[in-house]
Structures are given as structure tokens and as C-alpha cells.
């Protein structure tokens, strides 16, 4: 009788055990997230207008929390909240890549065109109006040194060039005019310029590199901020 009772206690713990709703283990060691200190930066209008807050130039903690989600949904990094230039060129790339009518400045053609958009800062390759690789930042030439604007044809592509005018590597160089070329860099995209080359990021390069030819048509157009042409 006393066994008999002891399995019947154990079943029914058992049971109230498994009638227990689960909790994921995550759940379970989370931490409430840190508060979002960053303060007002400089595109601290623009980002308030994308996100819908109140457009008043300043941050606030709501602002800052608004703009950490945004960079953690374009991968920016860090997610800091901060209003800085790396977020508001890589939430122009994404406006251009979801609205066709931002692209309408690049022309239009059956063969694949890239597009390089001085004023924005960006690039990006259709055919026709179809997007063939999406909208990311770049950085072009500097004050005196600018990306030379107008059609161009890329006439030679090499993976490991190496400048030896400015003394640094050009990973994935797609030439287009003299010695102008769209690139990889590991400097900062969001520094004041080039010399005179379309910088990228070394993955983007890299799968713009595959993507491109020899002969394929490269178009630059626009003035970058801060820049006399």
C-alpha cells in the first residue's frame, strides 16, 4: 500500500511538471536592455522624419531607442542610437532600393548600367529598371579630386590591385576611366573622400565584382556634398 501511494505521489508531480508551460532558455537568463544614451547628432532631423517621431532636431530617449531599432534593422554598427552619417546614407540606400522612382536619375537601358549617384552617395546596377545588385553607401573623390562625372565603360578588372600612387590596397578594382575604378576599402566610407575612385565596403565590391564584365556601362552623375563638382 505505501509503494502503491508513492508511485501515485510521484505520478501526479509528474504530471503537474508537464502541464507547466515551457520557458525557452533565452527567456530565462535575459536581461532588461540597456537605456539609450546617445545624444543629438546630425541627422537627427532626417531620422526623426523616416521614423514619423517629432521633427525637432533634438534627442530624446524615445528618438534614441527609435533610431536603434532602425540601425538593427539595416545593419548598421554599432547600434547605438546615435543619428550619425553611416545611418542616414545606408537608410538612403534602402528608400532607393523600396521607391523606383529614386532611380529615375540613373538612365534607364537593356544592359546592365551602373549607377553611381554623387549626391547621395550611392550605387547601385540595373537593367532597365530592374534592380541586378540593391543601393549601398560608397564614397567618391574628394574636393579636387572627384569621381569624373558621365558615361564610362569598365575596360579592366583585377582582385588585388595595389595603388601605388596612394600607397594602399585596392581589392576587387573594376577600372572605368584612367585610373579611376569602383573598389573595396577598409577605411571609413564615411570619412571626406577618395581620390578619385568609387570606394565600397570590401563584401560589396566583391559581389559587385562578380556580378560586372569588361564593357559593362558605369554612369556618374550628380556633385558629392562638399565638393566643388
Request: proline share 7%; with cysteine; aromatic share 8%.
Amino acid at each position: 500500500m505505501r509503494r502503491r501511494r508513492i508511485l501515485s505521489g510521484s505520478l501526479t508531480a509528474t504530471a503537474l511538471l508537464l502541464a507547466l508551460p515551457a520557458v525557452p532558455a533565452a527567456a530565462a537568463t535575459a536581461r532588461p536592455e540597456p537605456p539609450c544614451t546617445a545624444g543629438t547628432a546630425p541627422y537627427q532631423r532626417q531620422l526623426e522624419q523616416e521614423l514619423r517621431r517629432p521633427v525637432d532636431g533634438v534627442q530624446s530617449p524615445e528618438d534614441c531607442a527609435a533610431i536603434r531599432q532602425l540601425q538593427r534593422r539595416l545593419g548598421v554598427s554599432p547600434a547605438d542610437g546615435l543619428a550619425s552619417l553611416r545611418t542616414y546614407r545606408t537608410l538612403v540606400a534602402d528608400q532607393v532600393r523600396r521607391d523606383p522612382a529614386a532611380r529615375r536619375s540613373c538612365p534607364s537601358r537593356a544592359y546592365r548600367v551602373v549607377c553611381v549617384d554623387l549626391t547621395r552617395q550611392i550605387l547601385w546596377v540595373q537593367v532597365n529598371r530592374r534592380l541586378v545588385f540593391s543601393p549601398v553607401p560608397v564614397r567618391t573623390g574628394r574636393d579636387g579630386l572627384e569621381t569624373r562625372r558621365g558615361w564610362h565603360r569598365i575596360y579592366w578588372k583585377h582582385r588585388d590591385h595595389f595603388s601605388t600612387i596612394y600607397d594602399v590596397p585596392m581589392p576587387y578594382a573594376q577600372f572605368f576611366d584612367g585610373g579611376q575604378a569602383l573598389h573595396g576599402t577598409r577605411n571609413d566610407l564615411f570619412s571626406s573622400g577618395s581620390g578619385g575612385c568609387v570606394n565600397l565596403t570590401v563584401p560589396d565590391a566583391k559581389r559587385l565584382y562578380a556580378l560586372l564584365q569588361k564593357g559593362d556601362r558605369v554612369y556618374v552623375w550628380g556633385t558629392k556634398p562638399g565638393t566643388g563638382g
